[in-house]
């Protein structure tokens, strides 16, 4: 791993790049560059090589304009966002840092079930793809590992809080805060932002806290779950879920940088998370994936990420967000997911409500997803995911100010 020459170099000799910007930040810029130069130049690669094996798309016939010609257009491109993802990982982050082990786990496990979903969908022609459930199941999975390792591993550590206190000579003497398990996290808008999981469970009893994983766990498989869903309904149009990710892991990134500093945590009053600036490498390479993947997949896509990428992508976004503990932004940062989302429950609640209660079905939206709906009324997709995006860098914009709009 060139991780431990770049730190070698850097502590012996102090690498020119590596000094100037910090170690860190200088493989961080090393990850996107190599995470670009895969996915634009062998992404094309995998492009012909999908055509070769003629692992086309399977379009339903939904009534949409330009429907037709999108059938045979290769899918499982999302390998392409893997592999550009992985391979800058392994060459500059520490990989034995336990929250870059939790991504690595985190892109492999998703990206098998989406590419397991897709195998079916392709070659056993079967449209449904992997049953909902062990879909569900699989993130279930995820999220309990995830949930287990950030509650119980010994290195999953925030910094608490600097304090004063007197001496006995009646001085006053900073004490520096000690690095402490916890379960707290991030409420935006709040001027007192940090919420511990432990005082839903506190009315218990003092010894009640020892039990919080009780509550920890499920809510991070169901954040897992939501997210990853979320992204997979939004990929539906041509370049809507690379770059609506593509702007949400930037901005998560922003938060790694913050949270790993300890100068700009303790300026900008947000946890110290002890080690979390390494997230910046597998952020970094990450996004210079979803960009180099957009530049095949914008319209006119010659490449679908299928649910290879979508799930991939959604529960990449959700881990991050958690390890941060800005799991509580996700509806704000992650609102076209959300929307996406809620338009699918709210057309299926409704259509069963109105079928139930008055004998025929209706419908809120035209079609669900939310983007179909716009389809649907005549807007071409260059325009919806133009509109979408500028929607998304609004959020993103409204999710960074939070930090010191409280």
């Not at 897709?118 to 056993?124: E, G, M, Q, S, V």
């Amino acid at each position: 791993m060139l991780y431990y020459l770049f730190e070698y170099l850097e502590n012996e000799y102090q690498v020119p790049g590596a000094s100037l910007f910090g170690f860190t930040t200088f493989r961080a810029a090393m990850a996107i560059l190599l995470s670009l130069i895969i996915a634009t130049v062998y992404g094309k690669k995998v492009i012909l090589l999908l055509q070769r094996k003629q692992i086309g798309e399977r379009i339903r016939d939904l009534g949409l304009e330009g429907q037709e010609q999108k059938a045979g257009t290769p899918t499982m491109g999302g390998l392409i966002i893997i592999m550009s993802t992985l391979i800058p990982v392994l060459l500059f982050a520490d990989i034995l840092n336990i929250y870059i082990i939790l991504l690595i786990v985190t892109i492999l496990w998703m990206g098998t079930i989406g590419f397991i979903d897709d195998y079916i969908k392709i070659f056993k022609k079967d449209k449904k793809g992997l049953k909902g459930r062990f879909k569900i199941l699989g993130q279930v999975v995820l999220g309990l590992i995830v949930g287990a390792t950030l509650y119980f591993h010994p290195e999953v550590t925030m910094r608490d809080h600097d304090k004063s206190t007197i001496t006995a000579r009646f001085t006053v003497e900073q004490v520096k805060g000690k690095d402490i398990k916890s379960t707290m996290t991030t409420v935006p808008f709040i001027k007192n932002n940090e919420f511990d999981y432990g005082d839903l469970i506190a009315w218990a009893g003092d010894g009640a806290k020892d039990y919080v994983w009780l509550i920890f766990i499920p809510m991070i498989i169901l954040i897992v779950t939501a997210v990853s869903n979320g992204a997979n309904l939004t990929d539906g149009i041509d370049g809507l879920a690379a770059g609506t990710s593509a702007i949400i892991v930037f901005t998560l990134g922003i938060f790694s940088w913050v949270s790993g500093n300890i100068i700009f945590s303790d300026y900008l009053d947000i946890m110290y998370i002890t080690g979390v600036g390494e997230l910046l490498v597998f952020v970094t390479a990450f996004v210079g994936a979803l960009v180099g993947f957009l530049w095949y997949n914008a319209f006119p896509a010659t490449v679908f990420m299928g649910d290879t990428g979508s799930l991939t992508i959604g529960g990449v976004i959700a881990v991050i967000a958690i390890i941060i503990r800005k799991e509580l932004l996700i509806p704000i940062l992650c609102g076209i997911f959300f929307a996406e989302s809620i338009s699918v429950m709210l057309q299926v609640g409704y259509f069963k409500y109105t079928k139930k209660r008055l004998g025929e079905g209706k419908r809120i939206f035209l079609m669900a997803p939310l983007h179909h709906h716009y389809q649907k009324k005549g807007y071409h997709e260059s325009k919806i995911v133009t509109r979408f995006w500028i929607v998304g860098i609004l959020l993103a914009i409204i999710t960074v100010v939070t930090l010191k709009v409280r």
